[in-house]
């Protein structure tokens, strides 16, 4: 059974710092792999979407890596800003065909100003 | 991508009453999914719907309690059944398009 963990749980740094979240899976055998930023009391929001035959992806301040083969991902946040607060959540679709998602925990960021 | 929305945002239930819960998307899509986000927990699925078939359940959910329609390709409705303050939670619908899944803003459910 595919089991997804993110750490930290919380991670709170001041305005400006380059940060990374991390997200391990169990189970390599992945079709992909998508980060999400969820906002209190809404839904969730599409970041960066990685396959599993790419190592990486980039979208303006944020850059996601992936490592099948070690079951890990991170997510890199340059020059953090206050808006960036938020809880990111690492998804991983578990084989081809069945588009159900496994979610990690999640990692609530605050960034101070 | 995918625009979706969902009805009601948000409610508060009494327990032993039953919800149905709205997902409408901007497109066509083979399946959708219902999940649930219990406080402080991530999510999990509770049911694929498939267009003109029953929905698929997760382990640990039943079609009784969770109820899926799926009358066409843009649409479908979750229905939390007999309710219990253990179904709070918020509940949301989401579609894939070309890899990426899209959500929906979310239900925030209140039983008390």
């Known amino acids: 059974k595919q089991e997804v963990t993110q750490i930290p749980a919380a991670l709170s740094v001041p305005e400006g710092e380059n940060l990374v979240l991390n997200c391990s899976f169990t189970?390599?055998?992945?079709?992909?792999l998508q980060w999400f930023r969820q906002d209190p009391g809404k839904g969730l929001t599409s970041l960066l979407l990685?396959?599993?035959?790419?190592r990486e992806q980039t979208s303006g301040r944020l850059n996601a890596s992936l490592d099948k083969s070690s079951g890990r991902s991170t997510l890199y946040i340059a020059a953090s800003q206050p808006g960036d607060s938020a809880t990111y959540l690492c998804?991983?679709?578990?084989?081809?065909?069945?588009?159900?998602?496994?979610f990690g925990q999640g990692t609530r960021l605050t960034i101070n100003p | 991508s995918a625009v979706i929305s969902q009805k009601p945002s948000r409610d508060i239930c009494q327990r032993g009453t039953s919800l149905t819960i709205q997902c409408q998307v901007d497109?066509?899509?083979?399946?959708m999914f219902w999940y649930r986000q219990q406080p402080g927990q991530s999510l999990t699925l509770i049911a694929t719907?498939?267009?003109?078939?029953?929905?698929?359940?997760e382990s640990g959910f039943v079609i009784d309690k969770f109820p899926i329609s799926r009358p066409n390709l843009t649409f479908s409705t979750l229905t939390v059944s007999n309710m219990s303050p253990e179904d709070s939670s918020i509940y949301l619908c989401?579609?894939?398009?070309?890899?990426?899944?899209?959500f929906g803003p979310g239900t925030r459910l209140l039983v008390l």
């Open positions: 189970d390599s055998a992945i079709y992909n």
């Open positions: 998804a991983v679709r578990p084989i081809q065909g069945a588009q159900k998602l496994v």
């Open positions: 989401s579609v894939g398009v070309q890899e990426t899944q899209y």
């Open positions: 990685i396959q599993s035959s790419q």
């Open positions: 497109s066509q899509v083979t399946m």
């Open positions: 719907a498939n267009q003109g078939s029953e929905a698929t359940y």
